[in-house]
């Protein structure tokens, strides 16, 4: 596919945002799309606000002149713009205006055969994958879009297809003229970041809860530019009864902006909650074993493995999506906190409760220069307990490598 026709085919995707703006509620052709047989006339939309007629698996285009009998159109393939210059042509009796089911083909004396390969079910499934985009919010991916409908597709449809990459190319752009979604920055300097970027809102739209989560920008002049969000309904929960702060702090760089080198994430530890570990003070940890807090900062990493596949592509985000996904996890957590203000707590495994009792006991025993053999070797009966192979042997990998030999 030449880049001209490769722009041309974006350019018609890109404009169905501005037909379904325009015309919000389905058309009779519309709805007829997904369904007709494909001997029968059905139809899809065109970026002008008409339709493409789709007759025996092909697509054609509206082709009249000014010279057309009453009711009578002129349709020609599709293809006819592309490296194979298919000439095949169709006549309709009837409005077109009133849609495709009160149109009917006018036999011709000797049809053209086509010169191209069927083309009528990519419409329609590129059809199907941009009104999915629209269904869904702003923070979904594309490529959810693109497998809800080519899963479902049968193998000759699939062929139809462009390249997947292709096909992501033309949903990106879809997506973000319909959403009003900015351009990719090409530096993290010379541009403000917009108000839907900048407040995490959660409800309807009649009653929408919205606070601001932009803590700070250092200023888009600024060559070292550094931009902090934060979630609002968190404040009141960094510190526990004892107004002591239990932070776990972590880096990544492997899904930070695109022009930016590093993405840092602060989370704070909610009492008798699980998988939240704070940063520890010291490496000694017996007051925070014996106060039931987290010894380690794993749960952050955790966050952060968990963090990086919420972003499809391999290559860095470009910083609006990156936002996208920020103020989703925001709502989350907002949802979370609502539900454990209830009352609600996640049940903890008996192997991490067993632990914390263990290491409380053992953190409890007394010990001095005569008790410290005995103190160590208590120590290490139970660290090695608290391996899974230890405290479980059934899961034991060499015990499951013996039982698969024989």
Not at 183 to 210: L, N, Q
Not at 310 to 321: D, G, M, S
Not at 347 to 355: E, G, I, P, S, V
Request: aromatic residues 10%.
């Amino acid at each position: 596919m030449s880049q001209e026709n490769l722009n041309r085919g974006s350019d018609n995707i890109i404009e169905l945002a501005e037909f379904y703006d325009a015309n919000p509620m389905p058309s009779v052709a519309e709805e007829r799309a997904a369904s007709a047989p494909e001997n029968e006339l059905s139809s899809v939309p065109t970026a002008k606000g008409g339709y493409y007629l789709l007759y025996h698996g092909y697509s054609f285009t509206r082709n009249d002149t000014s010279h057309n009998p009453a009711n009578t159109h002129y349709w020609r393939c599709t293809a006819f713009t592309s490296s194979c210059k298919c000439r095949t042509r169709l006549t309709t009796l009837g409005d077109f205006r009133l849609g495709v089911d009160h149109l009917t083909v006018k036999k011709r004396g000797k049809p053209v055969p086509h010169s191209c390969s069927p083309s009528a079910k990519k419409k329609q499934m590129l059809f199907e994958m941009c009104k999915t985009i629209m269904d869904s919010p702003r923070e979904s991916k594309i490529m959810d879009a693109y497998w809800k409908v080519a899963k479902e597709a049968r193998e000759e449809d699939l062929l139809q297809l462009p390249r997947q990459e292709t096909t992501y190319q033309w949903l990106r752009r879809f997506k973000k003229l319909h959403f009003g979604i900015p351009g990719a920055p090409k530096h993290r300097t010379g541009f403000e970041i917009p108000d839907e970027y900048r407040f995490v809102t959660f409800g309807d739209s009649a009653e929408a809860e919205s606070q601001n989560a932009l803590l700070w920008d250092s200023g888009i002049d600024d060559g070292h530019r550094i931009i902090c969000y934060y979630n609002p309904w968190v404040l009141d929960h960094v510190y526990d009864n004892p107004r002591r702060a239990h932070l776990a702090m972590d880096g990544t760089y492997k899904v930070c902006p695109r022009n930016w080198v590093q993405q840092y994430t602060v989370r704070t530890y909610l009492q008798d909650g699980e998988g939240v570990l704070a940063t520890p003070e010291r490496w000694n940890m017996r007051e925070r074993a014996l106060a039931g807090f987290p010894r380690t900062n794993n749960s952050q990493e955790g966050f952060h493995h968990k963090w990086n596949t919420l972003f499809a592509a391999a290559v860095p985000p470009i910083i609006w999506t990156w936002i996208d996904v920020v103020l989703e996890n925001m709502r989350e957590v907002r949802t979370d906190l609502v539900l454990r203000n209830r009352g609600d707590r996640r049940r903890r495994r008996a192997y991490d409760q067993m632990k914390d009792v263990q290491l409380k006991a053992l953190c409890n025993r007394g010990v001095d220069e005569a008790t410290l053999p005995e103190w160590l070797q208590r120590a290490r009966k139970i660290t090695r307990k608290l391996t899974k192979n230890g405290a479980y042997p059934e899961h034991s990998r060499r015990r499951r490598t013996q039982e698969a030999n024989t």
